[in-house]
């Protein structure tokens, strides 16, 4: 199972499961881990008969919400604690520096900070890294309106006291109300399509997507492919 580690205070639940969805239709098996302090999956994937822990299936995703770490996920499905988890890819949700230590992220195969440029989005979510001893390789998923130079220079003068290096390629993801919009209709709907998903969000997630499957040799062709079948609701 691969763990690709999506860090920051910034709502991420939405993005994710559009990552996730395309990751499917490309024939991937994908666990979603809300390992966050809000636990925002809870209200926004729907689920028949919530308990503390749980795992549910949306749109061919499995989301796991109130878990503490992977042996509580293993008791819940049945398994002892050396068996393995069997899914592809399991994305994880973290805002909390135990969330990472306690879901192993140290061993994922990504890993990305995602934050807007509110101050309270890009400290809150750095607070998440501030205990972390080993040398993290980061990618950045900003989400701003205007994507200034002064805004990602402002995010890496609050994280010089984190042990983080840098990736050199960002993904920048448009502030837009439409995307919003959008969003907003997929919840109450209880459905990922994204017809009226601006270029710039699809992009975004078409480019994280060929990250994430870069050792597969799974390119933009076949992901822009799956993406025009979740626009033509697939």
Request: with cysteine; proline share 1%.
């Amino acid at each position: 199972m691969n763990k690709i580690t999506f860090i920051g205070a910034y709502d991420k639940t939405d993005f994710l499961l559009y990552v996730a969805k395309i990751l499917t239709l490309l024939g991937k098996k994908v666990l979603i881990v809300d390992a966050t302090i809000m636990q925002k999956a809870k209200y926004v994937v729907p689920v028949i008969h919530p308990t503390k822990t749980y795992i549910t299936e949306f749109e061919e995703i499995d989301v796991a919400v109130g878990f503490q770490d992977f042996d509580e996920i293993r008791v819940y499905l049945g398994l002892n604690s050396v068996e393995e988890i069997q899914y592809d890819y399991c994305i994880i949700d973290v805002d909390t520096f135990d969330g990472y230590s306690n879901f192993g992220c140290q061993e994922a195969i990504k890993n990305y900070f995602v934050t807007s440029f509110d101050v309270y989005s890009l400290k809150k979510g750095l607070e998440a890294l501030s205990g972390i001893e080993e040398k993290i390789q980061l990618t950045k998923i900003l989400f701003s309106r205007d994507m200034l130079q002064e805004e990602d220079e402002y995010l890496e003068f609050l994280a010089m006291s984190c042990n983080i290096e840098w990736e050199k390629e960002k993904i920048y993801l448009p502030f837009d109300r439409g995307d919003q919009s959008v969003i907003i209709v997929n919840q109450r709907t209880a459905k990922i399509n994204f017809r009226n998903l601006s270029a710039q969000y699809k992009d975004g997630l078409i480019f994280l997507t060929e990250g994430i499957l870069e050792k597969e040799g799974i390119g933009g062709g076949e992901i822009r492919k799956a993406v025009r079948k979740i626009e033509k609701g697939a």
